[in-house]
């Protein structure tokens, strides 16, 4: 998977966010409080906050929009080459090349989160260093532990996405055309964050997959709010339950060695 450079470029477009942040507070004026996106306004007083300021500023578009790719690219990128039929002539059969496909779209969720959150926390300690972190409820945590929140941030992150991979993988199940699986899955992605914005429909937004994305800023409280964690993680394995049952009914039935 990491051998593509399609998913290198990827992880070097991501690794570019937090270095931009940081770069342009550190030349120009920095906000005033409250301005710009979450914790925008602390990448002065402590480096730290680049990293999460980044996953934060990625969670909408850039994260979902590297997963989807990578995600719709599982199964219909090897049929739209060719090599689909080749892989399905080894002994492992098509349950096995499933869950590896699966693993790997979950490996690339937590190495795409390490990798913002890495050259956040790099950039920003190297442009403003590390003090005391204010957290959220009060109080201050000291950059030991904050580095610790960075790294629960970007766990929180990678469990939010491993759902949107899961559908991804079923949806690449679909077709032959790698493109229109990837579009899809971001295409998916979009919408159920818009429409976890409309009043009107707000009966079904604890059912999105994106409901708990913005949960993350519950590791900057003291003590960290485990229940968005854990359900988190529960809404996230109920999406991967589903469609990764959906995708292995899909792909042992696909005719795709005629």
């Known amino acids: 998977m990491f051998a593509r450079r399609r998913h290198l470029a990827i992880l070097g477009v991501l690794a570019a966010v937090p270095v931009l942040i940081a770069l342009a507070?550190?030349?120009?004026?920095?906000?005033?409080?409250?301005?710009?996106?979450?914790?925008?306004?602390?990448?002065?007083?402590?480096?730290l906050f680049v990293g999460i300021t980044a996953l934060v500023i990625c969670v909408p578009l850039f994260l979902p929009l590297a997963v989807g790719v990578v995600a719709g690219d599982t199964i219909a990128g090897e049929a739209g080459q060719g090599t689909l039929r080749y892989l399905l002539l080894s002994p492992a059969g098509?349950?096995?090349?499933?869950?590896?496909?699966?693993?790997?779209?979950?490996?690339?969720?937590?190495?795409?989160?390490?990798?913002?959150?890495?050259?956040?926390?790099?950039?920003?300690?190297?442009?403003?260093?590390?003090?005391?972190?204010?957290?959220?409820?009060?109080?201050?945590?000291?950059?030991?532990?904050?580095?610790?929140?960075?790294?629960?941030?970007?766990?929180?992150?990678?469990?939010?996405l491993v759902g949107l991979g899961a559908i991804g993988l079923f949806v690449s199940t679909l077709t032959d055309v790698p493109v229109g699986a990837m579009a899809a899955t971001v295409t998916l992605a979009v919408v159920s964050q818009v429409v976890g914005q409309i009043p009107q429909v707000e009966a079904i937004h604890p059912w999105l997959p994106t409901y708990r994305w913005f949960d993350v800023?519950?590791?900057?409280?003291?003590?960290?709010?485990?229940?968005?964690?854990?359900?988190?993680?529960?809404?996230?394995?109920?999406?991967?339950?589903?469609?990764?049952?959906?995708?292995?009914?899909?792909?042992?039935?696909?005719?795709?060695?005629?």
Do not use: H, M
């Open 217 to 258: 800023a519950d590791v900057l409280r003291d003590p960290v709010a485990w229940e968005s964690f854990r359900l988190n993680a529960l809404l996230q394995a109920a999406y991967v339950a589903v469609f990764s049952a959906l995708a292995w009914a899909r792909f042992t039935t696909k005719d795709v060695l005629s």
């Open 94 to 160: 098509r349950t096995r090349l499933l869950a590896v496909k699966l693993a790997g779209v979950v490996v690339f969720c937590a190495v795409a989160t390490l990798t913002v959150v890495a050259a956040g926390s790099a950039v920003g300690l190297a442009l403003f260093g590390a003090q005391d972190v204010a957290v959220l409820s009060g109080g201050t945590i000291t950059p030991w532990e904050a580095g610790g929140r960075a790294l629960l941030a970007a766990g929180y992150v990678t469990v939010s």
């Open 25 to 47: 507070v550190y030349f120009f004026d920095g906000p005033s409080s409250g301005d710009g996106p979450p914790f925008l306004d602390r990448v002065t007083d402590n480096g």
